[in-house]
């Protein structure tokens, strides 16, 4: 009995020990490491500095998204459970976004409480959305999970305001907003519903519902509002024929 008392008070010490040594590591070692290994994933910053436990970079840009300055602090506690977690803050000329980001040992990344404000060209390249569409995109979640990045979990809203387009004829169409989850989300898909927000030029109704095969549908039926701009309600006279409400079936499907 005495012997198995050893022996665990042995690994106690030993993991605190392990513990110890992990923080010594990632306080003292210097942000750039960490950002040259991201540099071969295809993710390039301007400048860094700080350390990994504590650091922070400029002009942050992977792939199409270009969020500007990060800053982040690793949190302690949850490395006792296995998993990485650090409060991340970015800082734009006209946009920022806060939350706390996990990774478990399966490589589900979570975000939680996110509160996010960012421009569309910095989330999905410039221009905005196909045919120059651009706009705010603002992000109020308690949970956001994904999974080999593709989402599976989602608890919050996503409103995007101010939407203008196309690039040829810019015009304002006003807000609109997807809440997770919507009724029917289950393990294979995650379900939001989206609607319009007051002041918007078109009525919108409908769902965007992301399988976790990662093939994606949005499913709505749209209707122009009276402050609608003339090139949108000619441009709805190719969605099909308009039901006794006015609104025409709009569908984009596809996958990642």
Do not use: C
């Not at 990060?70 to 800082?91: H, T, Y």
């Amino acid at each position: 009995m005495q012997a198995t008392m050893l022996t665990k008070e042995r690994i106690k010490w030993a993991f605190v020990l392990f513990l110890a040594y992990l923080l010594f590591l990632l306080a003292n070692i210097p942000a750039s490491s960490l950002i040259k290994h991201l540099a071969t994933r295809g993710i390039s910053v301007n400048s860094s500095s700080g350390s990994v436990w504590h650091g922070q970079v400029t002009g942050f840009h992977a792939g199409v998204l270009n969020l500007g300055n990060i800053e982040w602090r690793v949190r302690f506690l949850p490395m006792l459970a296995g998993k990485l977690a650090a409060d991340v803050s970015v800082k734009q000329s006209d946009g920022y976004a806060q939350g706390r980001v996990t990774l478990n040992i399966l490589g589900t990344l979570q975000i939680s409480e996110l509160n996010a404000s960012l421009p569309l060209q910095t989330l999905i390249g410039n221009g905005g959305l196909p045919g120059g569409w651009t706009g705010t995109a603002q992000a109020k979640f308690s949970e956001l999970s994904f999974k080999r990045n593709w989402p599976i979990s989602a608890h919050g809203t996503l409103d995007v305001i101010d939407l203008t387009g196309p690039s040829q004829q810019p015009s304002n169409i006003g807000a609109y907003r997807l809440s997770f989850p919507a009724s029917g989300s289950n393990d294979t898909t995650l379900i939001g519903d989206l609607k319009d927000l007051d002041g918007a030029s078109i009525g919108v109704t409908g769902q965007l519902k992301l399988a976790t095969d990662r093939n994606y549908l949005l499913d709505t039926q749209v209707s122009p509002r009276a402050n609608a701009p003339a090139s949108i309600i000619s441009g709805m006279q190719y969605l099909g024929a308009a039901d006794a409400q006015g609104r025409r079936p709009f569908s984009i499907s596809g996958s990642f």
